[in-house]
C-alpha cells in the first residue's frame, strides 16, 4: 500500500547530531589519505601534514554543525510558508516517489540562503583558514598546491563571484534538483527506489536503518546521469572527451561509494548518535 506524506519538519538535533557525526567520519579518512599522499610527495613535509588532520577534522565537525542546523532550521522556517516536500511511501519503507518542483524550489531556496549567509561567515574566516592552510603546504613543500588555494583567496574575494555564487547556486540547485528528482521518480517506478526502515516515536518517524545497496545504486545513477550531462555541455564547449568521460565515471562510481559509505555509517553511528527525526504528515 502507498501512502502519501507531507515532510511538515525535520527535528533539529537529530539531524545537526547524526549529519555532523558521518561528515566527521569522512573527514577522518580524507585526512588520512591527503596527509599521507603529502608524506609521499614531500617526506620532508611529513611531520607538517600530520597537523593538516587536526585542523580537517576540526573544520568538518565545526562547519557541519553550522551548515546542517542552518538546513533544517531554514526548511522549518520555510515549510511555513511555501509547499513542502511531499513523498510516496510504499509499504511504509519503500521511497517511490518524491514531489519535483516543490522539493527543487525549496532547496534551491535553502541552498542560496546558505550561500548567502557563507559568504557573510567567509569574509572574516575563509581568508583565514585557506592563508593557514596555504602557509602548511609552503612548509611542506607543496608550492603548486599552495599557488592554487592563493588563487582561489584571490577570486573568492572578487564581486562578480559573490553574485555568480548566489545567483548560480539558485538557478544550478534548482535544476539539478528537478532533474534528480525526476530521475529517482523514474527508478523508483522500477523497483529501484530506496528503502527504510521507518518507526514511530511519538510525533516524529525516525529512520532506524538505510539499505546501503538500494540507496548507492539509485545516487550512481542519478549522479552518472547529471555528470554525463555536464559532460556533454563540457565537450561542446571544447573539454577533451576524455576528461568528458572521466567526470562521467567519477559521477558514476563516486555516487556509489558515496552513498553506500552514508548508509554504512548511519546504520553504525544512528544506535549511538541517535536515528534521524522528521515529521510526516498525512
Do not use: H, W
Not at 8 to 13: D, F, M, N, Q, Y
Not at 30 to 49: D, E, F, M, N, Q
Not at 271 to 279: M, Q, T, V
Amino acid at each position: 500500500m502507498t501512502n502519501a506524506k507531507e515532510l511538515r519538519s525535520i527535528e533539529l538535533a537529530s539531524f545537526t547530531t547524526i549529519t555532523t557525526g558521518i561528515s566527521v567520519v569522512f573527514s577522518i579518512i580524507i585526512a588520512i589519505i591527503i596527509a599521507i599522499v603529502i608524506s609521499l610527495t614531500a617526506p620532508k613535509g611529513a611531520s607538517v601534514a600530520i597537523y593538516l588532520i587536526p585542523t580537517i577534522i576540526v573544520g568538518t565537525f565545526m562547519f557541519t554543525i553550522y551548515n546542517t542546523f542552518c538546513e533544517g532550521l531554514l526548511y522549518n522556517l520555510l515549510a511555513k510558508r511555501f509547499k513542502t516536500i511531499f513523498i510516496e511511501i510504499k509499504d511504509d519503507k519503500e521511497i517511490v516517489k518524491i514531489s519535483t518542483t516543490e522539493t527543487a524550489m525549496m532547496l534551491s531556496i535553502i541552498a542560496t540562503i546558505e550561500a548567502i549567509l557563507f559568504y557573510l561567515v567567509s569574509v572574516l574566516i575563509l581568508p583565514l583558514f585557506l592563508s593557514t592552510m596555504m602557509q602548511t603546504l609552503m612548509y611542506s613543500g607543496q608550492q603548486i598546491l599552495a599557488y592554487q588555494v592563493y588563487k582561489l583567496l584571490l577570486v573568492i574575494s572578487q564581486p562578480a563571484t559573490i553574485a555568480i555564487l548566489i545567483f548560480g547556486t539558485l538557478i544550478i540547485t534548482f535544476v539539478f534538483v528537478l532533474l534528480g528528482t525526476l530521475i529517482y521518480n523514474y527508478l523508483s517506478g522500477r523497483g529501484r527506489g530506496i528503502v527504510l526502515n521507518l518507526v514511530k516515536e511519538n510525533d516524529y518517524t525516525a529512520i532506524e536503518s538505510v539499505d546501503g545497496l538500494k540507496l548507492a545504486i539509485v545516487f550512481a545513477i542519478i549522479s552518472g546521469v547529471l555528470n554525463l550531462l555536464f559532460a556533454i555541455i563540457m565537450a561542446i564547449s571544447g573539454t577533451p572527451i576524455t576528461n568528458s568521460i572521466g567526470i562521467v565515471l567519477i559521477g558514476f562510481i563516486g555516487g556509489f561509494v558515496e552513498a553506500y559509505l552514508i548508509a554504512i555509517f548511519y546504520n553504525y553511528l544512528s544506535p549511538k548518535l541517535g536515528k534521524l527525526k522528521i515529521e510526516l504528515i498525512d
